[in-house]
């Protein structure tokens, strides 16, 4: 396969940055994504020029950290992350256009890297249930119905890789923020900490300068663990909760 | 089952006895006791006995302690949390951009917990003796029965968190038996335990954070250890995003950045997974334990091509219900495999072991399939000439079972698989082939977890760990977070109770000394300008370890790899390019310092395997085999760990043997025919 490749380059922070465009031969279609993006930089490392940098590790659609904006879409065409998409996905002959999320909260490191520690401080803002080393009850002591627990496990399974920010008109980090309450929020252990969980999380998203949720919905069509919209309204109802215990 | 003990007759030519293979590569250097701050007695009371010995920091006192945690993966995570909630000063390191991600979120299986919920006649002592075994008695005693005897404290603490395992209907958690144990005493999370369980570290982490107990270096890498007057004060970083390299002082450091899988280059570990942190280590005077000990997966997918940048692992409970073949004759490699009639077929694991067919260990499974590409047997694409795969084929399953079960079991295997491959498993068999997957070698600890140098901890992956040759499924994760909650803030407490120590400032010499190298070496790499990518080398060096120092290894073969790693290396060194600058981000950069450092391990790695001419665990030579094949441990002569000491640039390394001694467990050969 064959293709034309719109990829932005940024410096730094400072730089303004701009879309450059290369030509890709021989790509196959068993290839991923960034394994086109990693034969496209030794093609440019061979002609001097300096590889494209993106975000990746575990490269299986599990550590969020892959973050790629292709053809407009949050991780392209396929409900999944970048690591995990394709190129049989596209077709011979194709120009892919490549960029870094876009927000506010997430601003760009270089080329198609971004910032996205505002996500680690909303969790140190009380998404975490605090009990301390060695102060646990035995792990029976507590039944949890089995429908509470697989909610949990579904919207815990959020990976933290940004697509809804990205995807979001507003750059609203609700969907994330919607999918930690929740999680928490269905479990016995989370309920001490409802109110102040959710108050301390929100106030710190709006610090960031992530927008509000105007219930559009891209978020969870980009998100790659299929987080449902109603962790939203949970969040909301939660919020509403809190702010009438006085928080 | 045989007792070994007897198998080497001195009169054989097989005799080991009459064998130094690793001559000439080594020096013998004193024996270590690796008995330091472990308490004897019986078995059962050790762990308590340490805990209770083990001196404790005035609570007042603990601001003012300070501790530098290297990696927040299931290890550095959980220790960075516990130490903080003690009132400690932390410093938490990793190279991602956040601490969630760190490689322990990709675990997929379980974590083991000696919790008998399932009444099924588990106990601490069966899995302690699981472990011994499965560890192919190449383990110590005392680790492997602290880590059982806490397992079932990790799964309060997961639970207390919100992780949210699998339950039953009533509530209660849910249990599966993993890895061939006869006990279902895995706690799992669908497929992604090692997602949620870094989760509830990481956000205990995030708790200590907001605290302000520990603070968050992510995008940070280590490059050198800091040691002051033979103690561990401290770590050189450098900032992945500003380039700039920073000095970081301390009371003490804990090291717990993972395993060095992708000296291999191609793993199941993720893309970032190195080995720097704890060979700069090992270069400043830590020893390094059993590198040689690899463990590799049988079910992963195989690889497609040149491009190939990293393997996927599939859950090993695929080889429950699916049957492994290749054809008999290499002539129909290429053929539609629903077109290879039944009698063409070689369902070679049910042929060569009848009693375990295709259940048989990860090290078995894995070294037939190698066996039979060998062979040219192999399926598949032809990378390099030759067919890596084999069939693993649900067909009599979907007929068995039907298609709906197999889905209900398997469906997100399969559909991991479709995505990758393209291809519908359903319809066509799966391709499999062995990848590496874990390492059970790593720097060296005593019972404390303390390495060969004062104030330098080491934990989760990392360390040598209690593994042994070779690790059950289910039990790095219980590992991981066994030292980091539980262990090493018990046993580090010890070692601060003498703190604080003298104030070092970044001017001491060996601070400065420490900074320098760093620079030196990054400099070096700006500035030499070459013709080969670093990726270029990390392949190659890859290809040769798979090839000599992979799943069977020959004295020959592994003299060849030394040689060709020394080669390799000279031309990395003149010849490597990198381009761009050092004071930003800097992807070829980062890559080249891991890549210098793999470089060195593998050829230390070659040595320790020469040395060891035994089968054992996952660790097969040739040489040493029964008349059937199979592996043959070497008790008489083995039966310690290889701990090597670094002797300086081009010098052979030092070889300290800590001798393993049974005094609770009868060592077995393991027999699975
Ligand atoms: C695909 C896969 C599936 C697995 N499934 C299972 C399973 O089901 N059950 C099981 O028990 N085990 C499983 N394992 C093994 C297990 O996941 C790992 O052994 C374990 O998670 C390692 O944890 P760790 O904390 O030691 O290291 P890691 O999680 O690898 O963390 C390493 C940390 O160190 C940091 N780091 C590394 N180098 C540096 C440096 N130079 N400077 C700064 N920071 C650094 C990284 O940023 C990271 O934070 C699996 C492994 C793989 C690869
Ligand atoms: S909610 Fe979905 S899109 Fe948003 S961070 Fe989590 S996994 Fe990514
Ligand atoms: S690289 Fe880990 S999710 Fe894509």
Redesign the interface.
């Known amino acids: 396969m064959k293709f034309t490749l719109k990829i932005w380059r940024q410096?730094?922070p400072q730089d303004p940055g701009g879309i450059r465009t290369y030509e890709l031969d021989e790509v196959?279609?068993?290839?991923?994504f960034?394994?086109?993006l990693?034969?496209l930089n030794?093609q440019l490392?061979?002609g001097?020029?300096?590889?494209i940098?993106f975000?990746?590790?575990?490269?299986?659609g599990?550590?969020?950290?892959c973050d790629l904006m292709i053809n407009g879409e949050a991780h392209g065409p396929e409900v999944?992350t970048t690591c995990?998409l394709?190129m049989?996905s596209f077709h011979d002959g194709e120009t892919i256009t490549v960029e870094p999320w876009r927000a506010t909260a997430f601003p760009v490191?270089?080329d198609l890297?971004v910032?996205?520690?505002a996500?680690?401080r909303i969790?140190?803002?009380?998404?975490?249930?605090?009990?301390?080393?060695?102060?646990?009850?035995?792990?029976?002591a507590t039944?949890?119905?089995?429908e509470n627990?697989?909610r949990?496990?579904d919207v815990?399974?959020c990976?933290?890789c940004g697509a809804c920010v990205a995807a979001c008109p507003n750059g609203s980090a609700s969907l994330f923020l919607g999918a930690k309450i929740t999680?928490?929020g269905?479990?016995p252990?989370?309920q001490a900490e409802r109110d102040s969980r959710v108050a301390g999380m929100v106030a710190q998203h709006d610090h960031e300068g992530f927008g509000g949720c105007t219930n559009i919905g891209e978020c969870t069509s980009a998100c790659p663990k299929g987080i449902p919209l109603d962790v939203i309204s949970q969040l909301n109802k939660d919020l509403r909760t809190a702010i009438k215990h006085g928080h | 089952m045989t007792d070994t003990l007897k198998t080497s007759d001195p009169a054989s030519p097989d005799d080991p006895q009459r064998h130094d293979d690793a001559a000439g590569y080594y020096v013998p250097g004193e024996p270590l006791t690796g008995r330091e701050h472990a308490p004897d007695g019986p078995l059962e009371e050790r762990w308590s006995k340490r805990v209770f010995e083990a001196r404790i920091v005035n609570p007042a006192n603990r601001r003012k302690v300070s501790v530098i945690v290297v990696g927040t993966g299931l290890a550095g995570g959980?220790a960075a949390?516990?130490l903080g909630?003690a009132g400690y000063q932390v410093k938490s390191f990793c190279y991602?951009?956040?601490?969630?991600?760190a490689?322990s979120?990709?675990a997929q299986g379980g974590i083991n917990g000696a919790?008998n919920?399932k009444g099924d006649g588990d106990s601490v002592q069966r899995l302690f003796y699981d472990t011994i075994k499965g560890g192919d008695y190449r383990s110590r005693e005392s680790n492997v029965y602290r880590l059982a005897e806490v397992s079932a404290?990790i799964?309060?603490?997961?639970?207390?968190?919100?992780v949210?395992?699998?339950?039953?209907?009533?509530?209660?958690?849910d249990n599966r038996s993993f890895g061939g144990v006869q006990v279902s005493r895995t706690f799992y999370?669908?497929g992604?335990t090692g997602?949620?369980l870094l989760?509830g570290a990481?956000?205990?982490l995030?708790?200590q954070?907001?605290a302000g107990t520990v603070e968050?270096f992510?995008r940070h890498e280590m490059l050198e250890l800091v040691v002051v007057d033979g103690r561990a004060r401290g770590i050189i970083a450098r900032d992945m995003?500003t380039g700039e390299i920073e000095t970081h002082l301390a009371d003490t450091v804990v090291l717990a950045s993972g395993g060095y899988g992708n000296v291999f280059f191609l793993s199941t570990n993720?893309?970032?997974c190195n080995v720097t942190a704890t060979w700069r280590a090992h270069r400043k005077g830590a020893y390094m334990a059993n590198p040689c000990y690899t463990q590799i997966h049988p079910t992963c997918i195989p690889v497609?091509?040149a491009?190939?940048?990293?393997l996927?692992l599939m859950s090993e409970s695929l080889r429950n219900d699916g049957r492994i073949w290749v054809p008999k004759d290499a002539k129909d490699a290429d053929k539609d495999p629903r077109e290879i009639p039944e009698d063409d077929r070689d369902y070679y694991l049910e042929r060569i072991y009848p009693a375990f067919g295709n259940l048989v260990p990860r090290d078995i499974a894995s070294r037939q399939a190698k066996n039979m590409c060998d062979e040219g047997r192999g399926v598949g694409p032809e990378v390099d000439g030759v067919r890596r795969g084999v069939y693993l084929d649900f067909a009599d399953a979907i007929e068995r079972l039907g298609r709906k079960a197999v889905e209900s079991k398997y469906g997100n295997l399969f559909d991991m698989y479709a995505?990758?491959?393209?291809e519908d498993p359903y319809e066509v068999p799966m391709r499999i082939y062995p990848a590496v997957h874990y390492v059970m070698g790593g720097l060296w600890v005593d019972y404390d977890l303390q390495a060969s140098i004062p104030g330098l901890f080491v934990a989760g992956e990392a360390n040598f760990s209690d593994h042994g040759a070779n690790r059950l499924g289910a039990s790095a994760l219980m590992q991981g977070l066994a030292d980091g909650?539980?262990v090493l803030?018990n046993t580090i407490r010890d070692y601060l109770a003498d703190s604080p120590f003298d104030k070092i400032t970044e001017d001491h010499p060996a601070v400065v000394e420490a900074r320098q190298a760093v620079q030196a070496r990054i400099d070096h790499f700006m500035t030499t300008k070459g013709t080969r990518?670093v990726?270029?080398y990390h392949r190659e060096l890859g290809n040769i370890m798979w090839e000599y120092c992979g799943m069977e290894r020959t004295e020959d073969g592994l003299k060849k790899a030394i040689d060709l790693i020394r080669t390799l290396k000279d031309d990395f060194w003149r010849n490597v390019?990198v381009?761009?600058s050092a004071d930003?981000?800097n992807?070829?950069l980062e890559k080249a310092g891991r890549v210098a450092d793999f470089l060195e391990l593998g050829e230390l790695m070659c040595i320790d395997a020469l040395n060891r001419r035994e089968s054992c665990g996952g660790h097969f030579r040739a040489e040493s085999q029964t008349e059937d094949g199979e592996a043959l441990r070497h008790d008489d002569q083995y039966a310690y760990v290889a701990a090597w000491e670094w002797a300086g640039e081009g010098q052979a390394p030092v070889l300290h043997k800590e001798d393993l001694v049974y005094e609770f467990t009868e060592m077995k050969q393991r027999s699975y025919k």
Do not use: W
């Open positions: 410096d730094g196959s279609e068993d290839m991923s960034l394994e086109m990693d034969v030794e490392i061979a001097d020029e300096e590889p940098v975000d990746h590790d575990c490269r299986e599990i550590c969020g950290s999944t995990q394709h049989r490191i270089k890297m910032d996205r520690s996500f680690d969790i140190a803002s009380g998404g975490f249930v605090s009990v301390n080393t060695g102060a646990a009850p035995d792990a029976h039944p949890v119905p089995k627990a697989d949990a496990f815990a399974t990976i933290g999680h928490l269905e479990l252990q989370g | 959980s949390a516990t909630e991602q951009d956040s601490p969630r991600r490689h979120i990709a919790k919920y404290s799964i309060d603490q997961c639970v207390a968190q919100g949210p395992f699998a339950r039953e209907y009533g509530g209660l958690l999370a669908r992604q997602q949620q989760i990481y956000q205990a995030e708790r954070v907001g968050m992510t995003v993720a893309m970032g497609s091509g491009h190939q940048s990293k996927t995505r990758i491959t393209g909650y539980f803030p990518s990726d270029s390019k381009l761009g930003t981000v992807q070829s």
